[in-house]
């Protein structure tokens, strides 16, 4: 599943493994994999070295500068041999001090599932783009996914200025037509 909701039980007995595993190494920050495989669910900490240092990484360098969780771009995982994207959410203290981060990467190929399936009114269908480029991450089109297309590279001109409009603002709403069907 895409995203799990743990009881406090199971959250209170995951954190006390971090705890212990944080004594035993004599650490004070641990960089924890969760991967539910299945029906179970594998923690590793193979990430937690010194050659790894995530605390330069990407993700969590993002999640020390904003407010409210935020999507990375895609990235091509050599482990794995997927394309997938991360959501950083930043961890703060009750004065507001960054403490940490929480991280959770997808397949792209799962939110193409989940978008592509979407109906919009009778005849419409919902996208999902990757807010600097432009690229399809979920289109009913999965070939404008796995091609990696951009909106702004549409035949469709009107779509392509629709793409625009859409990637200059943080909210709203806009129409474009396609033959005689408007959008």
Do not use: W
């Not at 193409?112 to 419409?124: E, F, K, R, S």
Request: hydrophobic letters at 35%.
């Amino acid at each position: 599943s895409f995203l799990t909701v743990y009881s406090d039980t199971e959250l209170a007995e995951f954190i006390s493994v971090v705890q212990i595993f944080l004594k035993e190494k004599a650490q004070r920050h641990a960089f924890v994999v969760i991967d539910v495989e299945g029906d179970g669910v594998v923690v590793s900490y193979d990430r937690n070295t010194p050659e790894y240092d995530y605390f330069n990484q990407e993700f969590y360098q993002t999640a020390k500068n904003i407010d409210s969780q935020t999507f990375l771009k895609p990235y091509y995982d050599d482990m794995t041999g997927k394309t997938l994207i991360t959501c950083v959410l930043p961890m703060r203290n009750p004065i507001g001090n960054f403490i940490g981060c929480v991280s959770v990467e997808t397949e792209v190929s799962s939110l193409q599932n989940i978008i592509g399936a979407v109906q919009v009114g009778d005849a419409g269908d919902a996208m999902l783009l990757e807010s600097s480029t432009g690229m399809y991450l979920g289109n009913s089109d999965s070939s404008k996914v796995t091609s990696s297309m951009s909106i702004l590279n549409e035949e469709n001109t009107m779509l392509a200025a629709a793409g625009q409009e859409i990637l200059a603002g943080e909210v709203g709403v806009t129409t474009y037509q396609d033959g005689t069907e408007s959008y």
